[in-house]
């Protein structure tokens, strides 16, 4: 899919950082490719979906990452694994924001929390996508 979804966590309304031994732990042995300068991931599943990833890591943190030209299917399930393991939110542009967990709405800024949907899985990430 040709799309962008950004991952951010947030601390009662503002963006905070995220570990970047979760983002290594969940996307690393899925990297098929990558270009340091340019803060570039190629991952991909075995069922053979694939993303790209465009992450900086910077002292063992990230300040927040985007996710683009991904495939449905097992890619979506590393990312749900991920912001479960990362205290993380996915932000769809023109969607609700995707929470691993009803606890994360309370940190959300205002205007994203009453729309919020909680993910499991990626079927259901898939399903709101398609709704939006």
């Known amino acids: 899919m040709s799309y962008d979804m950004f991952v951010q966590r947030f601390e009662q309304g503002d963006a905070a950082p995220m570990e970047g031994e979760a ?6 042995p899925h990297v098929d490719r990558r270009e340091p300068q340019d803060n ?6 075995d069922d053979g979906g694939t993303a790209d990833v465009y992450a900086a890591l910077a002292g063992g ?3 927040g990452f985007m996710v683009s030209r991904f ?10 694994r991920y912001i479960g393991l990362a205290d993380a939110v996915v932000l769809p542009p023109g969607c609700p ?7 994360q709405r309370q940190h959300l800024p205002e205007e994203l929390r009453a729309d919020a949907v ?3 899985a990626g079927a259901d990430v898939e399903r709101v996508l398609r709704t939006c």
């Open 23 to 28: 983002f290594l732990a969940v996307f690393e």
């Open 61 to 63: 943190t990230l300040s």
């Open 97 to 103: 924001t995707l929470l691993a967990h009803e606890g």
């Open 71 to 80: 495939s449905a299917g097992a890619i979506l399930d590393t990312l749900v």
């Open 118 to 120: 909680v993910v499991t």
């Open 40 to 45: 570039y991931w190629q991952i991909s599943a």
